[in-house]
């Protein structure tokens, strides 16, 4: 089981770069094995898959966000993160980070999610 | 709106069974075996419950089972627990650019 908590600011500004960062045990970050995952959950809206990242820094994002979306990886500190430009209130939402094995095309461990509202 | 359609609610007494569709297209859940479902309880962590369409993690109980046919995939609960409440979503992989499309949710409510 992987573990995973997300952390960042529960308001961020219209225009402004939203920036949460998810926290992961350090030996299933060191497997190599995963793909780190970032999800939100849009109010009434259902789950949106973001995007992931590899051990290796391949990227791979939603394209409908791709302009606006970074996700990066930081092996020594055990975590990943997601920058989103350009914020507006549409993206309110829940965020979670999840995993998903490589060889695999499921998200098997989740963190609980952040609560982000976009707000002036 | 979501890629893919669920009922937004469903309802069934204790020990009863009941089934939550999702509908998809042939590029999604048409394409590929690749449909997970996960189990929401506001504040808690999704949980998978089944994944490759039919398949169960260690853990998740033999009430829950998955099927699909054609375009849409199916989630059945049987013997329904009080534990069972909660928001079911699901999941396909469909290749192409947005690797991964999912329902809006549907929410269980045992009665």
């Known amino acids: 089981q992987v573990h995973l908590k997300e952390s960042g600011p529960g308001l961020t500004k219209p225009s402004q770069t939203l920036s949460l960062t998810c926290s992961v045990s350090?030996?299933?970050?060191?497997?190599?094995?995963?793909?780190w995952t970032w999800i939100r959950h849009l109010p009434g809206k259902g789950l949106e898959w973001i995007g992931y990242?590899?051990?290796?820094?391949?990227?791979y994002y939603n394209p409908s966000l791709k302009s606006r979306i970074t996700i990066s990886l930081d092996k020594s500190q055990s975590r990943f993160s997601l920058n989103l430009t350009s914020v507006t209130a549409a993206d309110t939402a829940v965020y979670h980070c999840?995993?998903?094995?490589?060889?695999?095309?499921?998200?098997?461990?989740w963190g609980q999610g952040t609560q982000v509202t976009v707000s002036s | 709106q979501s890629a893919l359609t669920q009922p937004a609610s469903v309802s069934g007494s204790p020990g009863q069974s009941i089934t939550i569709s999702c509908a998809g297209t042939s590029s999604d859940i048409g394409a590929y075996d690749l449909v997970s479902w996960y189990q929401y309880h506001p504040g808690k962590a999704l949980k998978l419950i089944i994944f490759d369409v039919t398949d169960r993690p260690s853990g998740i109980s033999t009430r829950f089972s998955g099927s699909k046919s054609g375009n849409t995939a199916s989630l059945t609960i049987s013997g329904l627990q009080a534990e069972d409440e909660g928001v079911y979503y699901c999941c396909s992989y469909s290749g192409g650019t947005t690797l991964y499309v999912f329902g809006p949710g549907t929410t269980l409510t045992v009665l």
């Open positions: 350090a030996d299933s970050m060191s497997s190599g094995a995963y793909y």
């Open positions: 990242i590899s051990y290796s820094g391949a990227t």
């Open positions: 999840a995993v998903r094995t490589v060889t695999k095309y499921f998200f098997h461990d």
